[in-house]
T-cell receptor, first 115, second 111 residues
Framework: GAGVSQTPSNKVTEKGKYVELRCDPISGHTALYWYRQSLGQGPEFLIYFQGTGAADDSGLPNDRFFAVRPEGSVSTLKIQRTERGDSAVYLC?????????????FGPGTRLLVL | RKEVEQDPGPFNVPEGATVAFNCTYSNSASQSFFWYRQDCRKEPKLLMSVYSSGNEDGRFTAQLNRASQYISLLIRDSKLSDSATYLCVVRLDTGRRALTFGSGTRLQVQP
């Protein structure tokens, strides 16, 4: 079946601009996560949705970052006034908890470059 | 101090070798443990979960030592296709479902 998809696959923008990154989770998965991965590092958690609501946004670095999931499926990560330090791969993952076990499946990521 | 620490490597080993990776985690409340594999410029993929009693999946064996807060991965009979970065991952479960990743250990299997 279809996995997690993310668009765009690559995004180049200029410092100060606004960007939106989209994630389509696996159909039926209720949980959705955003992570950010810098070169040479493991992914770092940003925000987690259970259904439509953000259950944990403790990883968002500052108020320039915001994410929504209005219908409990597709999610959009929004970054305002981008900075060069925002350059990274933004990964989305979705999961379904079955009998207490949960596996997160990752999308291919969006490579963001802020010039 | 990072929550999950791994030796970055690279580990360069010949085909057929046995190689072991270790990882330590700092939060003793961590409940779930995993190894993910990440190929260059690709997304992380679950390799295996790690259970308290240790578990094996083909050539891969994972061990957990809760007292020492230490996780290991053993790969036997290495294949060229095992070349990748191996990410050690923990999750609190209680109140926090996000995964916490180590920086990864790079493995290069050579012919």
């Amino acid at each position: 079946g279809a996995g997690v998809s993310q668009t765009p696959s690559n995004k180049v923008t200029e410092k100060g601009k606004y960007v939106e990154l989209r994630c389509d989770p696996i159909s039926g998965h209720t949980a959705l996560y955003w992570y950010r991965q810098s070169l040479g590092q493991g992914p770092e958690f940003l925000i987690y949705f259970q259904g439509t609501g953000a259950a944990d946004d403790s990883g968002l670095p500052n108020d320039r970052f915001f994410a929504v999931r209005p219908e409990g499926s597709v999610s959009t990560l929004k970054i305002q006034r981008t900075e060069r330090g925002d350059s990274a791969v933004y990964l989305c993952a979705s999961s379904l908890r079955v009998e207490g076990r949960e596996t997160q499946y990752f999308g291919p990521g969006t490579r963001l470059l802020v010039l | 101090r990072k929550e999950v620490e791994q030796d970055p490597g690279p580990f360069n080993v010949p085909e057929g070798a046995t190689v072991a990776f270790n990882c330590t985690y700092s939060n003793s409340a961590s409940q779930s443990f995993f190894w993910y594999r990440q190929d260059c410029r690709k997304e992380p993929k679950l390799l295996m979960s790690v259970y308290s009693s240790g578990n094996e999946d083909g050539r891969f064996t994972a061990q957990l030592n809760r007292a020492s807060q230490y996780i290991s991965l053993l790969i036997r009979d290495s294949k060229l296709s095992d070349s990748a970065t191996y990410l050690c991952v923990v999750r609190l479960d209680t109140g926090r479902r996000a995964l916490t990743f180590g920086s990864g250990t790079r493995l290069q299997v050579q012919p």
